[in-house]
């Protein structure tokens, strides 16, 4: 089983979301009422800007996702985004996880990042993920701010992380 990790194709959309979605009921993180992905066009949304989104594919099978754009909402409430790029839809079908999957994408997502001349990475994620924190501050990253955000009648701590690349 070796993994092989490529740009998102539209016909990629079907398997992408159901990744997503098993990642994020896995963290306590999916919540039904909240309205679909806002990024319905995924090229439109990160490729297009200058960013990227991947997939990570073992066995024909799309098992994990991993994207960055440029800044939008939280993050730039506590990162300079001149230079930053935002990553996003960083996930792994829990199927999958502590097999090095999430650490390759993230590597091969900075890589093409660094190529693009991205300075730094910024990320928000929901007090719920200690998983995910911990992913991240074991890959450079350092908690930068925090605040809150309702959804869907419940208010979630909402913390902001930051790496430098140099």
């Known amino acids: 089983m070796s993994l092989s990790i490529r740009r998102f194709e539209p016909a ?32 439109a949304e990160y490729v297009d800007p200058g960013g990227e989104f991947l997939v990570g594919v073992l066995d024909g099978e799309i098992v994990a996702t991993a994207a960055f754009r440029p800044p939008k ?8 985004a001149e230079g930053t790029a935002e990553l996003k ?17 993230y590597d091969e997502l900075e890589a093409r990042a660094r190529k693009r001349g991205v300075e730094r990475f910024a990320l928000s994620t929901t007090g719920r993920q200690e998983p995910a924190h911990a992913f991240y501050e074991a890959n450079g990253f350092e908690r930068v701010g925090s605040t809150t955000a309702d959804v869907v009648a419940t208010t979630l701590e909402i913390h902001v992380f930051e790496k430098s690349f140099d």
């Open 89 to 105: 839809r960083m996930h792994v079908d829990p199927d999958y996880h502590r097999e090095g999957i999430g650490r390759s994408m």
């Open 73 to 80: 909402g939280v993050v730039t409430e506590f990162v300079d």
């Open 12 to 43: 990629d959309r079907d398997a992408v979301d159901a990744t997503i979605e098993a990642a994020l009921r896995h963290a306590d993180a999916y919540f039904e009422d909240v309205p679909e992905l806002e990024d319905d066009d995924i090229l």
